[in-house]
């Protein structure tokens, strides 16, 4: 009895199975969400930086290099 851990008994009652099954609806899930938010958040971003007024600061083109890196990631998902 002394020997049983939590894993141990989690196993008892959720199957190998079982977990993947929920971690992959989770993650397919998640991803979905990350994929119909970001996109259009990352487009939003790009446009608000790439104005006249906002070209002028350099810390802009480095937030403007990354929404577009992941803009380029997000399309590959």
Known sequence: MLNDT???NCNKHLESDTLLNISKIAWQICGFVSIIIGIP??????????????R???????????AICELIFLGGL
């Open 6 to 8: 939590i894993l141990e």
């Open 41 to 54: 958040g990352h487009c939003f971003q790009i446009i608000i930086l790439s104005t006249k007024v906002s």
């Open 56 to 66: 002028k600061e350099p810390t802009n083109y480095y937030l403007m290099g990354t």
